[in-house]
Nanobody, 126 residues
Framework: QVQLVESGGGLVQAGGSLRLSCAAS????????MGWFRQAPGKEREFVAA???????IYQDSVKSRFTISRDNAKNTVALQMNSLKPEDTAVYYCAAAPLRAGLAYLSRRTEYTYWGQGTQVTVSS
């Protein structure tokens, strides 16, 4: 049984930082690209960042230079370091796993992901 378990969400003031973690189990971690998505109230779930097995990564334009995605293939974990947080970053953040294939751009598409975590709330106050 595949499980993706997120942690690290919480309440932070604008300008602050949070580090989200996702622990994966029940899958062959090396066979998956890993992504972070987020969903704000009343909005669709949107892509935030993703990373391939080798460490290549892509970001949504609004988080570039503020967020950093990383993975530890030995521990089956993926992290999202979020700095300079803004109120518009407030959302439920989801970890997801997509079967690896050639290229990187596909990891920005929600429909490419097979497995999803339950999400962790991030709230940024102004």
């Amino acid at each position: 049984q595949v499980q993706l378990v997120e942690s690290g969400g919480g309440l932070v003031q604008a300008g602050g930082s949070l580090r989200l973690s996702c622990a994966a189990s029940g899958l062959t971690f090396s066979g998956y690209g890993m992504g972070w998505f987020r969903q704000a109230p009343g909005k669709e779930r949107e892509f935030v960042a993703a990373i391939s097995w080798s460490g290549s990564n892509i970001y949504q334009d609004s988080v570039k230079s503020r967020f950093t995605i990383s993975r530890d293939n030995a521990k089956n974990t993926v992290a999202l370091q979020m700095n300079s947080l803004k109120p518009e970053d407030t959302a439920v953040y989801y970890c997801a796993a997509a079967p690896l294939r050639a290229g990187l751009a596909y990891l920005s598409r929600r429909t490419e992901y097979t497995y999803w975590g339950q999400g962790t709330q991030v709230t940024v106050s102004s």
